[in-house]
Structures are given as structure tokens and as C-alpha cells.
């Protein structure tokens, strides 16, 4: 049986047409023809059941034949908060493996030790819109560009708050266990820190603004590490949404 390939159609909403690159695809590499199957995704929630009415070497048209709505795979809203990597494609991975496992926003921070102050964001958008078709994903993550760590912790977010780092001098608790303890919200957010780790006044000041303080086990981690083991351990802590629910 042949496989039915997924899409990303943002504007799905005024276009029956697929975009410029999602074409590309489907026509050179794919082949598809017209009358040929293929499934839909607009990154908010729906997939659609749509079938190739032109094809041609720039352009590739469509039907949909059924609208299909999903429900959150997961509780809550998941948010990684990272300082990027000197070398990007360490990024890059992480980004893939996270959306894969499932996240619903990504933000990159700028810190005391960080050793890169620019993120490509549209090159950051490619790789999740990538991921999310991979692991068939009804929506897309939320994707925020670089900002200074200091803006980020001192504004308001909804949920539970943590932030993860190395100093034993503060004292800290397992990420996966406080996540397990029973909460107002099912909301999450935990911050990574840069290859240096945050600096201890950026712990405190995290701290003094309502973050939890964390570690993520004995492990000394890579920065893209612990950012892969924060999704899955919000992930496996509660997120994780069991189909009668």
C-alpha cells in the first residue's frame, strides 16, 4: 500500500494550492499526479483528507474531500526555554527531536555565558515544519526568536516554572519529580541554561521570580541534551493526554 504523504498548508483557509516548496516536493521528487491521495496539515489543529486536481512542474492544486479536527496529544502547554549553542546544527537537532516528541513553544535565550547572540529563526521554522510532518503533528510549535534572559524571567508566564542549572550551592530538585507533583495548571516551562550554564545571578533572579530550581539528574548534560530530556520529561511526567481523555 502506498504511503500518504503529509503537507504543511497554512493558508489552507484562502489557497488550494499547496506552497511554493511543499509543491516542489510533491511534484518533482513525489511525482504526484493529479487524482493521486494526500493528507493535509494547516499547524492549528487540523488535517484534511485532499486529493491533487493539478499538478504541474511549479504549481500542485488540490481538493479536500474531508476535513479531519484533532485533540491535543498532550496536557497542558509545554515550553522550552533554551540558550543556543556556539554551533547551530547541535540546535538545529534538538529542535527536530523536540517537536518530535512534542512541545508547543520554543524560545531561545540570551545569557551572562552564552557563546552565540543570533538565531536564524526561518531556518529554525524549516527544520520544525519538517519534524512536524515526520511525527504527524497537528499543530505547529510556537517558535520565539532571541531575547535577553533577564526580559524573559522577569515577564509573566502561566504555570509551573523551573529552571535548571549545575551549582550545588543552591539547592535544587529532580525536574521529572516536581513535575509529578499535583498542580493548579498542567502547564510547564523550564529553562536551559548555555554551555557555561547560567550564572549564579541569573539563577537567583530566576528564583526570586517565582522559578523553580532544578536539576535534570547526575548526568552532566550537553545544552542540546538537557533540552531533549526537559521535553521528555514533560512529556512522560503528565503531558501525555491517554485517548478516553
Known sequence: MK???????????????????????????????????MML???VGNFYEAEVTLATQKHCQY?????L?????????LHLAIAPTKMMER???????????????????????????????PRIEKIAVSAMKQSRKAWKPQLNGMDSF???VTREHKGRKYIAHCYEEVARAYLYSELQKPADSDDALVLIGPEGDFSIDEVRLAIDHGFVSVHLGES??????????????????????????
Open 3 to 37: 504511503e500518504v504523504r503529509y503537507f504543511y498548508t497554512p493558508d489552507i483557509a484562502v489557497s488550494n494550492e499547496l506552497p511554493e516548496e511543499e509543491a516542489a516536493h510533491a511534484v518533482r521528487v513525489l511525482r504526484l499526479q493529479a487524482g493521486d491521495e
Open 41 to 43: 496539515m494547516d499547524g
Open 63 to 67: 481538493r479536500v474531500v474531508r476535513t
Open 69 to 77: 479536527p484533532q485533540q491535543p496529544a498532550w496536557k497542558g502547554h
Open 91 to 121: 540546535m538545529e537537532w534538538m529542535t527536530e527531536k523536540a517537536v518530535e516528541i512534542g512541545i508547543d513553544e520554543l524560545s531561545f535565550l540570551d545569557c551572562q555565558y552564552s557563546e552565540r547572540k543570533v538565531v536564524k529563526l
Open 150 to 152: 533577564r526580559s524573559f
Open 220 to 245: 552532566r548534560l550537553r545544552t542540546e541534551t538537557a533540552g531533549l530530556s526537559a521535553v521528555m520529561m514533560m512529556q512522560l511526567a503528565g503531558g501525555l493526554r491517554l485517548p478516553s481523555q
